[in-house]
Nanobody, 124 residues
Framework: QVQLVESGGGLVQAGGSLRLSCAASGRTFSSYAMGWFRQAPGKEREFVAAISWSGGSTYYADSVKGRFTISRDNAKNTVYLQMNSLKPEDTAVYYC?????????????????WGQGTQVTVSS
């Protein structure tokens, strides 16, 4: 079992930055990959970024590439999403998720555990 708790969301102006955190507990954190997803009102949950168990490999959706950075600190059992140059279209609830069987996957049904989400709102 894995428990995930996101934090760091909030309201920011366009062009600003936020850093999301996701604290994990339960199963050994360094044994599984992690991902970030987001869901805007009326839309399906979509893939944002993923990171391998070691942190050595990362993968991004085209819409955030060059603006967002995923990282992890296995000593702190935490994964981060640094979001720069935010746009109004980045407004969504952001979720972290654990993938115990693979990494870099984009489908929600490929992830095994989910956090409760944190709201990010970007004003224009």
């Amino acid at each position: 079992q894995v428990q995930l708790v996101e934090s760091g969301g909030g309201l920011v102006q366009a062009g600003g930055s936020l850093r999301l955190s996701c604290a994990a507990s339960g199963r050994t954190f360094s044994s599984y990959a992690m991902g970030w997803f987001r869901q805007a009102p009326g839309k399906e949950r979509e893939f944002v970024a993923a990171i391998s168990w070691s942190g050595g490999s990362t993968y991004y959706a085209d819409s955030v590439k060059g603006r967002f950075t995923i990282s992890r600190d296995n000593a702190k059992n935490t994964v981060y999403l640094q979001m720069n140059s935010l746009k109004p279209e980045d407004t969504a609830v952001y979720y972290c998720a654990a993938d115990v069987a693979g990494w870099g996957r984009r489908r929600t049904d490929e992830y095994d555990y989910w956090g409760q989400g944190t709201q990010v709102t970007v004003s224009s």
